[in-house]
């Protein structure tokens, strides 16, 4: 069974930066895809994916996001994080981090990014 566990959110003011973490138990890299994806308090916006890399270490941005934000992991600790620079305020959401893996579908509980002056 697969765990997740995010930090690393807070409050920021726009151009600011945060990194989040996402910690796991449980096999989470081979075949499979780990990634962050964010939901906004909008009405009628959906989740949405941020970020991914798959086991062959192929990367995927948000079009919202390239150039600003960098995923990467880290096989040896089990864990993968999200490095988010120069924020705006349509990046406040909750982000959450995910593993597709060959035993299911996994998500973390969530963790709040407010960009904010």
């Known amino acids: 069974q697969v765990q997740l566990m995010e930090s690393g959110g807070g409050s920021v003011q726009p151009g600011g930066s945060l990194t989040l973490s996402c910690a796991a138990t449980g096999y989470i890299f081979g075949s499979g895809v780990v990634g962050w994806y964010r939901q906004s308090q909008t009405p009628g916006k959906q989740r949405e994916l941020v970020?991914?890399?798959?086991?062959?270490?192929?990367?995927t941005y948000a079009d919202s996001v390239t150039g600003r934000f960098i995923i990467s992991r880290d096989i040896a600790k089990n864990m993968f994080q999200l490095q988010m620079n120069s924020l705006r305020p349509e990046d406040t959401a909750v982000y959450y981090c995910?593993?597709?893996?060959?035993?299911?579908?996994?998500w973390g509980q969530g963790t709040q990014v407010t960009v904010s002056s």
């Open positions: 970020a991914s890399i798959t086991g062959r270490g192929r990367i």
């Open positions: 995910n593993a597709q893996v060959f035993t299911g579908n996994f």
